[in-house]
């Protein structure tokens, strides 16, 4: 479902056909479905990536991409899964012709930058508003920004044109990840080629109503839940909102706030 389907959806569930005298406008289910969508991603892990990337002689750690959120699995070119460790410990080892054998994810500072007007900014910069807005803004086309600053979008993954440059807005960070090769490839050895990783990743946010939920649309029904939840609870109908939130954790697979293990109190 699109933007548009999921906040019909939204309203068909609350028993209203438009925004009209509502206690939630459509900005406000569209903002539901926005908050829904990124706490799917964080806590339920429902958004999979796949990325391919080349490794080459001499190079240990690759950065990776800025909706990271964790690592399933790396492969290397042989199709052989490499065990994660955490730094400084030990990994099985794989006898298998090609290196490395396993590998550690971690942490590295982001560098942003306080957008200048008319400077020219290379891709992959990540600017900043010169009054922060609680995001930042990937470059994604070299260019030069305009004499006064953009009208700055805040939903994750939302393009716009500053001037030449195409920059995207993101969640703001000041960490990335990367990850780095035990008994790294060598000129003399294997483990130079293709490979693959898995990663739960941030989906980008619905900016547009032709707009759909990266993740898989089985689950799309998981973000109308929580969006009529956040309905209720500006309803201030505690009842029904705890009720949606317990259908909503219960489809993710979440413990509701303060139960524990077994479902014991």
């Not at 939204?10 to 009209?20: D, F, L, Y």
């Not at 294997?190 to 990663?199: A, C, E, L, S």
Request: proline share 6%; hydrophobic share 35%; with cysteine.
């Amino acid at each position: 479902m699109n933007r548009l389907e999921l906040r019909n959806e939204v309203r068909r569930r609350i028993a209203e056909s438009s925004g009209v005298a509502s206690y939630s406008s459509d900005t406000d289910i569209n903002a539901y479905l926005n908050e829904g969508n990124r706490d799917m991603c964080l806590k339920g892990r429902v958004y999979e990536r796949t990325l391919s990337t080349s490794i080459l002689n001499g190079f240990a750690a690759y950065n990776l991409p800025l909706d990271f959120l964790f690592m399933r699995s790396i492969a290397n070119p042989l199709g052989v899964s490499l065990d994660p460790i955490e730094p400084g410990g030990v990994g099985r080892v794989f006898i298998v012709p090609g290196k490395p054998t396993y590998y550690f994810a971690s942490h590295y500072p982001l560098t942003l930058t306080t957008r200048v007007n008319d400077t020219i900014y290379s891709e992959g910069t990540l600017l900043i508003p010169s009054t922060p807005n609680g995001y930042m803004y990937e470059v994604m086309v070299t260019g030069m920004v305009g004499s006064v600053e953009p009208t700055w979008p805040t939903v994750n993954g939302q393009p716009l044109t500053d001037n030449n440059a195409t920059l995207i807005c993101r969640e703001l960070s000041v960490t990335g990840y990367n990850f780095t090769l035990i008994d790294t490839p060598t000129t003399a050895g294997g483990g130079v080629g293709t490979y693959v990783i898995i990663y739960f990743a941030l989906g980008s946010g619905l900016y547009d109503d032709t707009i759909s939920p990266d993740f898989p649309e089985d689950k799309h029904h998981i973000l109308v839940t929580f969006a009529t939840f956040r309905h209720f609870v500006k309803m201030k109908d505690l009842v029904r909102a705890q009720a949606h939130y317990a259908d909503y954790a219960a489809a993710l697979g979440l413990q509701m706030p303060g139960q524990q293990q077994g479902g014991q109190q």
